[in-house]
Structures are given as C-alpha cells and as structure tokens.
C-alpha cells in the first residue's frame, strides 16, 4: 500500500496507525521495521511511535537483537535484514532520487544513469525486506519512482 500525506507529520500519524493496527492483528513488535531515508525522519518516527506507548528498538544503536520493539532505522541500514511487516516512510521527490548524488545528465550521462539505478536499487532493497506486508508513504511530492 502506498500513501500521500499533506505534512510529514500526518505521514507520522499514518505509520503510527498502521504499526498499530500490524500489532492488533498479532504481528510481534520485532515483526515490524520502521525506515526512512535520513536519520531526521526515522529519529522522528521512532520517537512518534515511542510517544504512542509502541516500544522502539533503534537499528545500529548497539541494541541487541533480543530487545523487543519495533525496529526503526535508515534504509541503509535495512540490507539483510527481513520482517513480517515494513513501513518506508518518507518516499519524496526530493529523497528519492536524493539530488546532491545524482549526477545531471548533461554532465555525464552513463554516470547519471548509474546514479539513478542504485537510487532505485535502494529503495527496492528496503521494500523487499518485507515478507508479509509493505506500506510506502510520502508528503507533499512523491517520488518519481512511485509514478510507475
């Protein structure tokens, strides 16, 4: 499922709600991965989930793996790892793909391509690490890579 948002807090409010409903449906905290792009927005959203009595494990902070929460992290941080439930949050114009590392094609254009295709790749890889379900969200523009 992918969703629109009018302001990144709305977006918050959604993966909070759908986190939730997850848990109601009987998905383990540890079942559910929470990512986003930048650090900012998964602080954000660990700390909204937090906020909502929803217990949060922050991926890379040295946790281990038996503490229980749902697991919040950069999508970076998401390669090898895989759960019942993913939320990737923050799929916007601007962070996919993230301008400053692309290339313009004017300037190189098998560099650009390059560029453009492990932007996708990383989107793929974290939405691929959901076994049962996915949920994309964005605010304000979505990603171009959504419009497919």
């Avoid at 109601?24 to 079942?31: F, L, W």
């Avoid at 295709?117 to 939405?127: D, H, Q, S, Y």
């Amino acid at each position: 499922m992918c969703e629109g948002h009018g302001s990144e807090n709305e977006e918050a409010d959604a993966v909070v709600r759908r986190v939730r409903d997850w848990m109601n449906a009987g998905v383990a905290p540890s079942d559910i991965a929470v990512c986003a792009r930048f650090n900012t927005l998964a602080g954000k959203l660990g700390d909204r989930l937090a906020g909502a009595s929803i217990p949060v494990v922050r991926v890379r902070v040295g946790e281990p793996e038996s503490a229980v929460g749902v697991r919040v992290s950069t999508l970076h941080s998401m390669k090898g790892l895989e759960y019942r439930c993913v939320a990737v949050a923050g799929v916007t114009r601007c962070a996919f793909p993230f301008t400053p590392a692309v290339t313009p094609a004017e300037v190189d254009r098998i560099q650009h391509t390059t560029d453009l295709a492990a932007e996708r790749c990383l989107l793929f890889v974290a939405c691929t690490r959901a076994r049962e379900a996915l949920y994309v969200s964005y605010s304000g523009r979505a990603s171009e890579f959504l419009a497919a």
